[in-house]
């Protein structure tokens, strides 16, 4: 996944390169530039004295010492002031800065933290959205792997309009669980909710095209295996081309990498995971019927018996297809996000 959300400690982050929220001197701090600078080593300090320091909106890089990656990339973020004094123009010139320098390294993956979200005092919903908003724009002309990393859960409280909403919407369709939880059989309860999340059995398609056949005006076998033979590539590749759209255009908008679309082009009978599945639904902006339909030929199906296809049905019930916000709201209830 070109942009991934995931909770960890920067310093810990096996990638190419991490990205430091500093302040102008470059000579270390609080937060994450302390972790940061604890975990690389005296080293670093050195290597930053050199540096001159560095604008608000900037970024400098320098060697990651004993940390597991490569480079460490300074960027000094703003401080929040109310909003009204260019404080996201200056944070998405930090993300740009940063990853242009990256890219000049040649990085394939890069992590950064929530800047400004800490002691500068960004509020962290409007943090991350900036931070979200600037990654994807640069992603959709660059090949690279960024995470955003999340250090705290409190970073992610379900305080924005959208969760809210998310919430109720949760709890109105969350069915299984709220009813079931009063009736007894316990059991049966979990075995249900467990047969909604595995995938349907071919025997279950084949099933359905036989019932099918005994209905008044119903197709054959033949046209109902016809059918069911298109596989998800298939379909994949045809709603593409149905959409106007180019494979970029389309894995990018996914949140897919390359790589993983190159093996489902090349190979009609891959089996993808649901998260997959339901970012190209997303991507190729499918109605709740056809997003059905796409499932179905990778064996999966939407189910209200777990919040993350409710929280997907929320926002393609919504006409928003943007896969970013899905996947934010997707890490706010702690679910798997979508993508490979
Ligand atoms: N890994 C990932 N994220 C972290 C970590 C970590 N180890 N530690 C903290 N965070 P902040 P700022 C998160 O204050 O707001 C320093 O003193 C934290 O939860 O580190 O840009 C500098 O020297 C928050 O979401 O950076 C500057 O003076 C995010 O990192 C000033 O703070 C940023 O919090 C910069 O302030």
């Not at 991490?18 to 470059?26: C, G, M, P, R």
């Not at 908008?253 to 489902?264: C, E, G, M, V």
């Amino acid at each position: 996944m070109p942009l991934e959300i995931v909770r960890n400690d920067i310093t810990k982050m096996k990638v190419d390169a991490i990205v430091n929220a500093a302040n102008e001197t470059l000579l270390g701090g609080g937060g994450v530039d302390g972790a940061i600078h604890r975990a690389a080593g005296p080293g670093l300090l050195e290597e930053c004295r050199g540096l001159g320091g560095c604008e608000a909106g900037a970024a400098k890089i320098t060697g990651a010492y004993r940390l597991p990656c490569r480079y460490v990339i300074h960027t000094v973020g703003p401080r929040w002031r109310g909003g009204g004094f260019g404080e996201r123009e200056r944070l998405e010139s930090c993300y740009r800065s940063a990853l242009s320098l990256a890219r000049e390294k040649g990085c394939r993956t890069v992590a950064f933290p929530l800047i400004s979200a800490g002691a500068f005092g960004y509020p962290r919903d409007l943090a991350l959205r900036t931070a979200v908003d600037t990654v994807s724009g640069f992603l959709a002309d660059n090949e690279m792997t960024v995470y955003l990393v999340i250090f705290d859960r409190a970073s992610y409280q379900i305080g924005e309009k959208l969760f809210q909403d998310i919430a109720a919407y949760i709890d109105d369709h969350y069915v299984e669980e709220h009813t079931a939880a009063r009736r007894p059989g316990e059991e049966s309860r979990i075995l249900r909710q467990r047969a909604a999340e595995e995938p349907v059995l071919s025997a279950d398609l084949d099933g359905a095209a036989f019932s099918r056949k005994s209905l008044p005006g119903a197709v054959t076998l033949d046209e109902a295996l016809g059918r069911i033979d298109e596989s998800f590539s298939q379909m994949l590749l045809r709603k593409i081309d149905e959409r106007g759209m180019t494979d970029a255009q389309c894995y990018k908008k996914a949140n897919i990498d390359r790589k993983l679309f190159s093996k489902i082009r090349s190979d009609s009978h891959y089996r993808p995971s649901k998260p997959t599945v339901l970012a190209f639904a997303i991507a190729l902006e499918l109605p709740l019927e056809e997003t059905r339909e796409m499932l179905m030929k990778a064996g999966f199906a939407l189910s209200h018996s777990n919040k993350f296809d409710i929280i997907v049905e929320f926002f393609i019930s919504r006409g928003n297809y943007n896969v970013y916000e899905i996947n934010e709201a997707l890490f706010a209830f702690d679910q798997n996000l979508l993508g490979a």
